[in-house]
Every structure is written in C-alpha cells, then in structure tokens.
Nanobody
Framework: VHLQASGGGSVQPGGSLRLSCAASGSVESINSQGWYRQAPGKQRELVARITRRGGTTNYGDSVKGRFTISRDNAKNTVYLQMNSLKPEDTAVYYC?????????WGQGTLVTVSS
C-alpha cells in the first residue's frame, strides 16, 4: 500500500485546512485509514481514523469537535477537515492505513498554526 498525503501548510489560529491521503496498491485489503501527528518534542498521537467499510470513526481527544475525517472509497482517499485550528495543532501529520493489523505510514505533511 502506498499513501500520498497533501494539503498541509500554514494558517492563522482559528483557520481551517483540509488534508487528503490517497491510497494506491492493495487498497481492497485496507481496514481503516487515518492520521497521526507529531509535534516537536512530543510523542506521536492519533488524530482521527475511519474504517473503510462502515465508516466508523474515532478521534483523539484534543481534536474532537474541531476535526472531521471522511472517506471516498471510489477515489481511495481519506480527508481530514481541520477547523478552529490552534497553535498546539502545529505538527507533522502522517497518513496511515491499517492492513490486517499492520500499519502503513505515508510521508508527513507539515501543518503550522501561527499568527
């Protein structure tokens, strides 16, 4: 499975960004896709995840109510809509895909929230 992330950038506090992650390869074997992030000096943490079948979602506590994950299976793409961004959301965001218990990681995309 190959994952291609896009959509990072810089935004002011309170602003919005949308990340995309397109999967290719053995996409039919993907159980779920999502995003993790890692801020400088901090551990990597779950942002959001969505199952490929059924669309069940789960979110990290720090983003609940502000971020929304969605999927387009026809495009094998998962989206992360990030609203009401805060400086503490600044991090490298990594797209992931879970395939029969194994986690595949895409390249990171930097999100910077700063005034």
């Amino acid at each position: 499975v190959h994952l291609q992330a896009s959509g990072g950038g810089s935004v002011q506090p309170g602003g919005s960004l949308r990340l995309s992650c397109a999967a290719s390869g053995s996409v039919e074997s993907i159980n779920s896709q999502g995003w993790y992030r890692q801020a400088p000096g901090k551990q990597r943490e779950l942002v959001a995840r969505i199952t490929r079948r059924g669309g069940t979602t789960n979110y990290g506590d720090s983003v609940k109510g502000r971020f929304t994950i969605s999927r387009d299976n026809a495009k094998n793409t998962v989206y992360l809509q990030m609203n009401s961004l805060k400086p503490e959301d600044t991090a490298v965001y990594y797209c992931i895909a879970v395939v029969t218990g194994l986690v595949w990681w895409g390249q990171g995309t930097l999100v910077t929230v700063s005034s």
